[in-house]
């Protein structure tokens, strides 16, 4: 995970369960947990946005089709074979 620079930091305090709080302190190194959050929700807001978008891309242009996809798959497996990812 990257680090949060020098930019201007807003100090707040959240609520994790006890889980959650394990799992970060085994991925984090000391020093590191607010980076960490700052990293993980920063990916997070990516995924949210990247949905926004696919939902619409369905809206403006309708669901991708089975044909489409299984060529798209196809295409890939062939990719995949062509430079060793698959066999």
């Known amino acids: 995970m ?3 620079g020098t930019e201007t930091l807003i100090k707040k305090s959240i609520t994790l369960s006890p889980e959650v709080h394990s ?3 085994a991925r984090v190194k000391k020093g590191g947990y607010s ?3 700052n990293d993980v929700m920063t990916q997070h807001f990516d995924l949210e946005r990247l949905g926004d ?3 619409t891309w369905d809206e403006e242009l309708g669901p991708v ?9 196809a295409d890939k497996e062939a990719a995949d074979r062509e ?3 698959i066999r």
């Open 53 to 55: 978008m696919i939902r």
């Open 65 to 73: 089709s089975d044909e489409m996809l299984a060529k798209v798959r």
């Open 35 to 37: 980076a960490y959050i």
């Open 23 to 25: 799992e970060i302190l």
């Open 2 to 4: 990257g680090s949060m």
């Open 83 to 85: 430079i060793g990812i």
